[in-house]
Nanobody, 123 residues
Framework: QVQLVESGGGLVQAGDSLRLSCTTS????????VGWFRQAPGKEREFVAA????????YYAGSLKGRFTISRDNAKNTVYLQMNSLKPEDTAVYYC????????????????WGQGTQVTVSS
């Protein structure tokens, strides 16, 4: 059973960086593709980035590519989301999700979800 826990969120200023982590105690985490999504108040959940089980393939929301980087360390059962040059519009709850299938942008691909971590970017 895979249970996901996000961490690394917080309150930062515009232009700062944050690195989010998604960890699990499950021993088979390395077979899961993992995605990051975010949801701002009053808005729908949106895709941020995803990574295949091996880490060989990564996918990004077009508007975020270049500022956000997804990576994983399967030895540590952890997927990271490095966020640079943060903007107030990046303020949201960030969720990680795991898929036994392909990585991608649709939330329907993912069977397991974490509880989320709040990221707040002040101007």
């Amino acid at each position: 059973q895979v249970q996901l826990v996000e961490s690394g969120g917080g309150l930062v200023q515009a232009g700062d960086s944050l690195r989010l982590s998604c960890t699990t105690s499950g021993r088979t985490f390395n077979i899961y593709a993992v995605g990051w999504f975010r949801q701002a108040p009053g808005k729908e959940r949106e895709f941020v980035a995803a990574i295949s089980w091996s880490g060989a393939n990564t996918y990004y929301a077009g508007s975020l590519k270049g500022r956000f980087t997804i990576s994983r360390d399967n030895a540590k059962n952890t997927v990271y989301l490095q966020m640079n040059s943060l903007k107030p519009e990046d303020t949201a709850v960030y969720y990680c999700a795991a898929s036994t299938g392909s990585a991608g942008s649709s939330p329907l691909l993912y069977e397991k979800w974490g509880q989320g971590t709040q990221v707040t970017v002040s101007s």
